[in-house]
């Protein structure tokens, strides 16, 4: 049985790994790059032409030289010796490199900064986290904190509609932070567990973005001295090598604990995110696999390799 066949054997891995392959399906390296390469024997030039696929999937050249060199390790170590064993072994490097042993703490009122450039989904992902949480059982709260468009905050009241989120926003151009402070007030009254609060992506000033961030942070930190407990970059995969520029800003600014990288249901591969990593070792935690609701999984690497490789399982 293939690998992949293997790891989705049951029912509920299966289901989510198909998420994924349609979301995946225009993203996957047509078969002249990873999938044709992956076949045992490996050919003479296969490090190189590996390096050079996942170059080509963003991840840029230190992290695709580091994930080829520790593959040649790991073939040499396991004695691989079929293509399916090689497949095996890539993701196990993979999973190895890029999932991080965590120890994730149980809050029981957890606030959520979700930041990014404009335009990269950061309302889209409130919105289709809420729906994730409110499923699992959580009481939700959207906080309109991007406070910069009248359009943004009528977006997020969709999403909170459609959703049945509970939303606090007062008008656009008020100050964010006073937002957030009124909206984490009314929270704690209602007893909800998970607030999601959007931001602006104003990029271009960067001294803009730190005060503003930095006042929020001092706001939620009266409510709770550990939020916000999740402070996630939203990154658009089609932006490419760009993503690790937005990395490096927001991460200063904001000291990330999670990436969350949508539209991989178009062509982008998203190698960005390993590339992050290396350099930030910031996790991902979701993907994007569309526009609607349910289109959000939690990342799954083997998931995600699977669509990379265009295999069927
Ligand atoms: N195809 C696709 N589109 C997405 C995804 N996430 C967000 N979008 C779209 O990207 C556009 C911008 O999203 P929005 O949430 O307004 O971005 P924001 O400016 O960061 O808040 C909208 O048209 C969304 O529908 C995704 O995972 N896949
Ligand atoms: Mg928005």
Redesign the pocket.
């Known amino acids: 049985m293939g690998i992949f066949k293997r790891l989705f054997q049951t029912k509920k891995g299966a289901e989510k790994a198909r998420k994924y392959q349609m979301?995946l399906q225009n993203t996957t390296l047509s078969d002249e790059s990873l999938r044709a390469l992956f076949k045992w024997p490996i050919k003479d030039d296969f490090y190189s032409e590996l390096e050079e696929t996942l170059i080509l999937a963003d991840t840029g050249m230190n992290t695709a030289l580091k994930i080829s060199d520790d593959l040649a390790k790991a073939v040499k170590k396991k004695r691989v010796d079929s293509t399916d064993a090689l497949k095996e072994a890539f993701v196990e490097v993979m999973r190895t490199r890029y999932i991080p042993v965590e120890t994730l703490g149980n809050h029981h009122f957890e606030v959520h900064f979700i930041m990014?450039?404009?335009?990269?989904?950061?309302?889209?992902?409130?919105?289709?986290l809420a729906h994730r949480y409110l499923a699992e059982g959580h009481s939700v709260m959207v906080i309109a904190g991007?406070t910069f468009r009248a359009g943004?905050i009528a977006?997020l009241k969709i999403w909170a509609d459609r959703t049945g989120a509970a939303f606090y926003a007062k008008d656009a151009l008020s100050d964010p932070s006073s937002v957030v402070y009124e909206g984490l007030e009314k929270a704690k009254e209602l007893g909800i567990d998970k607030v999601l609060i959007?931001t602006a992506?104003r990029l271009h000033n960067k001294q803009n973005l730190m005060q503003e961030l930095e006042k929020m942070v001092r706001v939620v930190k009266r409510f709770d001295e550990f939020a916000p407990h999740q402070r996630w970059l939203?990154l658009?995969?089609t932006t490419g090598q760009n993503g690790m520029a937005q990395a490096k800003v927001f991460h200063e600014v904001a000291d990330l604990n999670g990436i969350v990288l949508?539209?991989?249901?178009?062509t982008a591969k998203g190698g960005i995110i390993f590339a992050i990593y290396d350099q930030f070792s910031i996790p991902i935690r979701y993907?994007?696999?569309?526009?609607s609701v349910d289109?959000?999984e939690p990342f799954d690497i083997e998931s995600y390799l699977a669509g990379w490789l265009g295999e069927s399982f």
């Open positions: 979301g990014g450039v404009n335009g990269v989904g950061k309302t889209t992902t409130i919105g289709k991007d943004a977006q959007d992506g939203v658009d995969a949508t539209k991989i249901d178009g993907v994007g696999l569309g526009e289109d959000l």
